[in-house]
């Protein structure tokens, strides 16, 4: 069951076309030692719904035009595992940009029933947004940044880039 989150601000810029991301890593560690991971968003780009009547966040409060599902799949490369730690999105409409809207690694597991990748494995993270925007259309950009600690220790960041339609 997909966690509904409402982004209670005038405009949401969540933009879906994260198709690959990249990891990037504490430049002072040997990269054989810290996991790769890739990050791939879908669909891409993505197909907002219309709600109505108005969908309304998690907590019951606010009233949103539109809502959008999208799954991240975050894939082990290296065969080393990880944890994620939060996932943040950062989206912009309108040439607005809204306050980031973070998963906590106890969201992630009640979207996903784990936290954990394994080496070679993918986690794959289901998620809803409801959101509005200043012009009224769907349309969005968004970022999504993966925060990781791999099974060796290593804090390690997989980014993307998507879009709503």
Do not use: K, W
């Amino acid at each position: 069951m997909n966690r509904m989150l409402g982004i209670s601000v005038t405009a949401i810029a969540l933009t879906a076309s994260i198709a690959c991301g990249r990891t990037t890593a504490p430049s002072d560690l040997n990269s054989s030692s810290v996991g790769t991971f890739n990050l791939a968003v879908r669909p891409s780009p993505i197909t907002a719904t219309r709600c109505n009547p108005q969908c309304t966040g998690e907590s019951g409060s606010g009233s949103f035009a539109y809502s959008m599902d999208m799954t991240l799949d975050l894939q082990d490369s290296a065969s080393v595992g990880a944890t994620v730690n939060s996932i943040t999105l950062t989206a912009t409409a309108d040439t607005t940009t809204f306050a980031p809207l973070t998963f906590s690694s106890d969201d992630i597991r009640r979207q996903a029933g784990a936290t954990h990748v394994d080496g070679r494995a993918t986690l794959s993270i289901p998620l809803t947004v409801v959101y509005n925007t200043p012009s009224g259309r769907a349309n969005l950009s968004v970022s999504v940044s993966v925060q990781i600690t791999d099974d060796r220790n290593n804090q390690v960041t997989a980014t993307g880039q998507t879009s709503v339609l």
